[in-house]
Nanobody
């Protein structure tokens, strides 16, 4: 499965962005799709995931502000980010894999990764 993330950009604090993750070479709905982010000098952290059943999971830091979704017809996943904060500034990556629910935040369980897209939130 090849993944292509897009939609990053520059936005003011309080604004919104919608990231996309287009899949090819496989059916995205057969996998759990996750979003991770990594700031310079920091470890990659889990942001959100949507399982093949459609269940969604969020990091506490984004709960209530971000929404993960998937369009099975377009074979594309999304991350709607609202009420953005300067601390959300970093590179965002989409990934696909088959982690068990209890380990859905573990990046090493995702086999397929897209290149990152940069989100910059100005204060």
């Amino acid at each position: 499965v090849q993944l292509q993330a897009s939609g990053g950009g520059l936005v003011q604090a309080g604004g919104s962005l919608k990231l996309s993750c287009a899949a090819s070479g496989g059916t995205l709905s057969k996998y759990t799709m996750g979003w991770f982010r990594q700031a310079p000098g920091k470890e990659q952290e889990f942001v959100a995931a949507i399982s093949w059943t459609g269940s969604t999971y969020y990091a506490d830091s984004v709960k209530g502000r971000f929404t993960i979704s998937r369009d099975n017809v377009k074979n594309t996943g999304y991350l709607q980010m609202n009420s953005l904060k300067p601390e959300d500034t970093t590179v965002y990556y989409c990934a696909a894999g088959r982690p068990i629910t209890s380990a859905i935040m573990r990046r090493e369980l995702y086999a397929y990764w897209g290149k990152g897209t940069l989100v910059t939130v100005s204060s």
